[in-house]
């Protein structure tokens, strides 16, 4: 945090529009098909196209959410909630010394915890492409890899969904925790979009949700999905030996 940051003696409460809609829609969504793919791989083979249509969405929207982490309105960029070791530290102490310094966006801390959940929710779509229960189901991408790297990549699927779990349940545990100790209504600003309290000075309301941005990328995005999925090699059939 630089000077500008800072909060003076007699900063005002304020409420500002922080979260925009295309951050909002996609936070709700990835939630929402997270756990269809959760309910349909528990439910079995019957419901496995369900799971592989969801994966694709969340494939989707990680891509999404990436690129809009460069190009869309400040608190959405990872520019504006990624910081060095000194202010991971700092934030974490502050915890422990009385009530941590308020941020618009995300605090440094929950900057990186996000990073690792968009970071483990790419690796287990993409891994999903690749992954075959060898019976009913298979990855659209199966047939571009060999079957040693494919059982390879269906392990990381199946490891990589635990540490998702434990990701999530670190979050929910971050919400309560900013709700009961710090007073922050985070789930409630991720619904409207709008945060309260004693913010710096030099953090302010977004104007703009830049949905013809948004709408521009989710097409492009949408489209290279559909490609991906479509110019996807046959894979190669399954060989039994009855000798």
Not at 88 to 113: E, I, K, M
Request: net charge negative.
């Amino acid at each position: 945090m630089n000077d500008s940051d800072e909060i003076g003696p007699e900063e005002p409460e304020r409420d500002l529009q922080v979260w925009d809609l295309p951050v909002r829609v996609v936070h709700w969504l990835l939630a929402l098909a997270i756990f269809g793919c959760w309910l349909t791989e528990t439910l079995g083979v019957a419901w496995m196209q369900w799971h592989m249509r969801l994966g694709y969405l969340v494939l989707g929207l990680a891509v999404f959410r990436i690129f809009w982490g460069f190009i869309g309105p400040r608190y959405a960029r990872f520019s504006d909630f990624l910081h060095g070791p000194r202010a991971v530290f700092d934030y974490a102490r502050s915890w422990t010394t009385g009530a941590p310094p308020a941020h618009a966006g995300h605090n440094p801390l929950a900057g990186w915890a996000i990073m690792a959940m968009l970071a483990c929710i790419l690796v287990q779509a993409v891994t999903g492409l690749f992954h075959t229960d060898d019976i009913l189901t298979t990855g659209p991408l199966r047939g571009a890899v060999s079957s040693d790297l494919a059982d390879r990549l269906g392990g990381v699927h199946a490891a990589n969904a635990e540490l998702l779990w434990i990701l999530i349940g670190l979050h929910f545990a971050a919400l309560l925790v900013h709700r009961y100790i710090a007073g922050e209504r985070l789930v409630g600003a991720m619904w409207t979009g709008r945060k309260a309290g004693v913010f710096p000075s030099g953090q302010d309301g977004i104007a703009s949700s830049r949905l013809w941005l948004a709408l521009g990328l989710a097409a492009g995005v949408t489209l290279g999905v559909w490609l991906l999925l479509a110019l996807a090699p046959d894979p190669a059939p399954a060989s039994f030996d009855f000798s």
